[in-house]
């Protein structure tokens, strides 16, 4: 197995460095049309922060789910102190001395903070040895009918106090801030005192002083012996605490640096970590030269891109009229959401404009909010001159406005229904296809149905065929069989290649590029951002709700520079001069001082650039 | 009509999400579905009388010689359908739109509270026909009313519908009482019920028999009921906002005012069978009446798996174990408690049969669909 232009940076200095405590040979993990691990090689030292980055989909959650007993590798082995093991259950990797902080709350919202850490188990006495515990069974819970709650509570005093985490062990999980919450997950995690412990972005539901403490107590923490794996999104997080860095893409590792190197850059001065920041981005998002097959494959949008970095402006073309403007539209965040905060851009007929960002950055209420279906706190959204903030989804839809959701068995589609139905689930009641007193005419929708199956290339063996039983580049075309029929205006395309083989991905981008080319206008909302280089003009990027600077796609760097702003990293563009984050003074503070943070570890001048796009809001 | 029948006829059917290709197949296997297991509670409920010393086969040969076959047998079960042909299309609207309406005993009473408190002045101060039609609005009105607090905190708040209709059934249930022993009480008798009507000034009877003319109308309710479910706009948006919520958001349907509308429908529905319940068979009411036709008749339904033609065999099949069972009982002198005991085993064996009979993997997926039916779901 070879890493495929991968700088082993600290592949140098391994072998004087103690045994591994974990060792991942060749992991390989399959999923129905997805490889998420492709021979991955991964070695885990004891006091040792070892950061994972890389996009959405690049393996790094399925990896540690491997390691933590939750999933079965198909090919590969494991070593755990340099004896082979395999973790058929999360209580096997927990007796093993496997922690781990999921990315979604697993904790029992009903119960008190102490309750949940004593469904894990008993804290682990001081000096019991590892190897005698053979399961959970004999932890405190195990042991007798009493729940120790006595003790147990002694035992959380004590590790809440060496986290420095202020929970209250007697409080009900459900009511506590989301922050708080967290801390309580990475307690039950530590709580059987695990030589191991796995973080899956511990910090994104985390306000930056409690991240900073966070961090603060991983480091104690792998002081104190233990191994921590840290899976992050955002860069700046991974070298302020990383021993050492892993980058995966699409399943394989991309790179990965070694401890000397981040501490030498630590220590240096200005110029280093600007430099190692865009190395690392350019590992997570860069040159996708992995695989021959898909470039091929893939090959036109990929290669323009690549080539000719970024398509040709628009300008030489007269301006084509605005058909969609969007004014300060701010969302309320539902739970574990950001909602959106002031955004604002506007759309030309024929314009493709991109909107990147990591996933769960407001893309999903961006989306909603635009199609109708969810509920606008302040800001306006105008369509061809009319204001359309208050008019509902079915309005919309027949103004032209049209929306292809990535949640397409979900959202999109009724699989127990027929093609034929689910290509006019919006149309519903609507002459011809219904009569006046509302009964369906059969021949209408048939012949509807089938013009759209031939136009759209549905593959379905008859329109009275249930929508579930299609695969899944049929249940897209459906999708936009029916939200592209009838003269739309304007599209907002939701991740519109997400889970798609490559074939059928590129067969989409062509559908959006033609229809642009009809006249209609595209905002594609995506987490790819090679997608977005390859069909966008302009790209905008969502970070925490906001949209924050929009980018012409128009020259090489520009990848960089984007892919800087969906990870939060300094170098790309600052944040939109006197946008404040999250809408009031007080946070306000906190991103000051989060900045602060930034200045300080990359020691560059932080002033907001004075390039701004007509769209970037400003409050200031 | 006759397009429509014809259209289900040539090929897969528009509407129903359940319904599959090979119309001929399936058929078949409802009726296996339905028939074994009714089958395994009689053998069961056999068991029982042999243990408690009946004689099983005299029990049901008097059952269903009592319910089904004797002359007044079929007339008194047909009679007893009307009510409930119209509470299983009740259901069905609400099962459809993804709602569980378990409030339809306390809809059913107080709808035939107002119905037997109000007819004699209705009866006395109009013309047959107009006082008969005004009953029957009045009974779905209050029917339909008694949903309306339910529906409003589902479709606005997503509070689970379960609890609420099962509260304001038990407050249904009293009002009706109260207000039968307060407002309308009867001078005539001591104890508590309305002025009773004379049966020949309320619904027809069909000629020569003792079946009031109330079944039609509930024939040709539940008819209509399927109609619309299956072949309109209106049935359509039900279906959709029952198999998936969220998508109904996302087809842009007006989520809210369907789930009170349908929540409407379905206790309007289950007003006019407490209606044709007071106006065919009664004409009057006691405080304490209570025929408890909300719940087996539920369960069944659900099991009929939310059609209303489907329904109508189960409900039919109810009123003859109601009407023979009580006959039956009596000449076997057992208390008629047992008819519940039959009733409830034949349910069991029902829900059980749904999941044994799906292979192994899909077992599973049958109680997860359950569970998310139960779900509590979050605001529209």
């Known amino acids: 197995m070879e890493h495929t232009g991968a700088p082993r940076t600290g592949g140098a200095l391994e072998g004087t460095r103690t045994q591994p405590l974990v060792r991942l040979c060749g992991i390989t993990k399959r999923y129905p049309g997805v490889i998420a691990n492709d021979a991955i090689d991964l070695e885990l030292h004891s006091r040792e922060i070892h950061c994972l980055l890389g996009e959405n989909g690049a393996g790094k959650t399925t990896l540690m789910r491997i390691l933590a007993g939750l999933a079965k590798p198909d090919a590969g082995s494991l070593v755990f102190e340099g004896r082979p093991v395999l973790f058929r259950s999360p209580g096997e990797a927990l007796a093993a001395g496997v922690g781990m902080v999921h990315q979604h709350p697993t904790l029992v919202p009903t119960f008190t903070v102490l309750e949940n850490l004593l469904l894990v188990g008993g804290r682990r006495c001081a000096g019991e040895p590892w190897r005698d515990r053979g399961s959970r069974s004999r932890g405190l819970l195990g042991r007798g009918f009493r729940l120790p709650r006595k003790e147990a509570e002694t035992a959380f005093g004590e590790l809440a106090q060496r986290l420095g985490a202020p929970v209250d062990p ?82 394989r590792v991309a790179g990965v640096i070694g401890p000397e190197r981040l501490d030498a850059v630590r220590a240096s001065g200005a110029e280093e970590p600007a430099l190692l920041e865009s190395e690392i981005v350019g590992l997570m998002f860069g040159e996708r030269g992995v695989s021959a097959e898909e470039l091929e494959l893939a090959g036109a949008g990929r290669a323009r891109s690549r080539s000719t970095t970024g398509r040709a402006p628009a300008p030489a073309l007269p301006p084509t009229p605005v058909v969609l403007s969007v004014r300060d539209l701010t969302v309320a965040p539902r739970r574990q959401e950001v909602g959106l905060h002031s955004v604002s851009f506007s759309l030309r007929a024929g314009e493709i404009f991109g909107i990147a960002g990591v996933d769960g950055n407001g893309q999903k209420e961006l989306a909603e909010a635009l199609a109708g279906e969810r509920p606008v706190r302040r800001g306006s959204i105008v369509l061809d001159g009319r204001d359309v903030t208050k008019a509902g989804v079915a309005a919309r839809y027949e103004l032209g406005l049209r929306f292809v959701t990535d949640d397409r068995l979900g959202q999109g589609l009724i699989p127990s229904l027929p093609v034929s139905l689910n290509l006019m689930l919006k149309r519903i009641g609507r002459p011809p296809w219904w009569s006046r007193t509302g009964r369906l005419s059969r021949t209408a929708l048939l012949r509807e149905a089938e013009r759209l199956i031939q136009a759209f290339e549905i593959k379905t063996p008859n329109p009275e065929a249930t929508a579930g039983a299609l695969s899944g580049g049929n249940l897209q075309r459906l999708i936009l069989a029916r939200e592209l029929a009838d003269r739309p205006r304007v599209v907002v395309y939701l991740r519109p290649t997400q889970g798609l083989d490559a074939r059928t991905a590129l067969a989409v981008r062509r559908r959006i590029e033609e229809m642009a080319a009809q006249g209609v206008a595209a905002a594609v909302i995506s987490t790819d951002l090679d997608e977005l280089l390859s069909v966008c003009g302009r790209i905008g990027v969502l970070y925490r709700g906001h949209l924050l600077e929009v980018v012409e796609n128009d020259g090489p760097g520009v990848e960089y520079k984007i892919g800087g702003l969906m990870v939060g990293a300094p170098m790309g563009g600052r944040l939109a001069a006197g946008a404040d984050l999250d809408g009031d003074g007080a946070s306000e503070e906190l991103h000051n001082r989060e900045r602060a943070a930034n200045h300080e570890l990359t020691s560059q001048p932080d002033e907001p650039t004075s390039q701004g796009d007509e769209s970037t809001p400003r409050l200031g | 009509m006759n397009g429509a029948v014809s259209d289900s006829a040539a090929g897969a059917s528009p509407a129903p999400a359940w319904s599959k290709p090979r119309r001929g197949l399936a058929a078949v296997r409802v009726l296996i579905r339905i028939t074994v297991p009714v089958m395994a509670g009689l053998i069961l409920g056999a068991v029982i009388l042999a243990l408690l010393g009946r004689n099983p086969w005299t029990f049901y040969s008097d059952l269903f010689r009592a319910g089904l076959i004797s002359h007044q047998g079929w007339q008194a079960m047909l009679t007893r359908l009307a009510p409930l042909l119209l509470m299983s299309a009740g259901y069905v609207v609400a099962f459809r739109a993804g709602l569980w309406n378990i409030g339809g005993d306390g809809q059913f009473l107080l709808a035939a509270a107002f119905v037997a408190g109000l007819s004699p002045t209705l009866v006395a101060g109009l013309p047959r026909p107009l006082a008969l039609l005004l009953l029957g609005l009045l009974g779905m009105a209050v029917g339909g009313v008694w949903t309306l607090l339910p529906s409003y905190l589902k ?18 249930m009293n009002l009706a009482a109260l207000l039968i022993k307060e407002a309308w009480r009867t001078e005539s008798v001591m104890v508590p019920q309305t002025d009773a009507v004379p049966l020949d000034q309320l619904l027809p009877r069909l000629g020569g028999t003792t079946i009031h003319a109330g079944i039609i109308v509930a024939g040709v309710v539940v008819l209509a009921v399927w109609y619309v479910l299956r072949y ?74 939310l059609d209303p033609l489907g329904a109508a065999p189960l409900a039919t099949f109810y009123a003859v174990l109601d009407i023979g069972g009580h006959e039956a009982a009596r000449t076997a002198s057992l208390d008629s408690d047992f008819i519940l005991v039959l009733v409830g085993l034949i349910l069991l064996c029902l829900a059980a049969w749904q999941v044994l009979r799906l292979p192994a993997g899909e077992r599973l997926t049958w109680w997860r669909c359950l569970g998310d039916r139960l779900r509590l779901r979050d605001t529209p």
Do not use: C
């Not at chain 1, 104690?220 to 302020?240: C, M, N, P, Y």
């Not at chain 2, 479709?155 to 249904?172: K, L, Y």
């Open chain 1, 170 to 251: 007697h409080a009900v999980v459900g009511r506590l801030p989301l922050g708080q919450q967290q801390w309580v997950e990475i307690l039950r995690a530590l709580w059987t005192g695990p030589r191991l412990l796995i973080l899956d972005e511990p910090t994104a539901r985390l306000a930056p002083q409690e991240a900073a403490a966070l961090l603060a107590s991983l480091r104690s923490l792998k002081d104190g012996g233990t191994a921590v794996v840290l899976i992050t999104h955002k860069l700046r997080e991974a070298l302020q605490v990383a021993d050492r860095i892993t980058v995966l893409r699409a399943g």
């Open chain 2, 232 to 305: 309109t706009a209106t049935g359509l948006r039900l279906t959709v906002l029952g198999a998936s919520p969220a998508a109904a958001r996302h087809a842009g349907l007006p989520v809210r005012r369907l789930i009170v509308g349908a929540f409407f429908a379905s206790g309007a529905l289950v007003g006019l069978g407490a209606a044709l319940e007071i106006l065919g068979v009664w004409g009057y009411m006691r405080a304490d009446w209570n025929p408890k036709f909300g719940l087996a008749l539920f369960a069944l339904v659900f099991l009929a798996r």
């Open chain 2, 155 to 172: 479709a606005w708040f997503g509070v689970n519908e379960i609890i609420t209709t099962v509260m304001m059934s038990f407050i249904g």
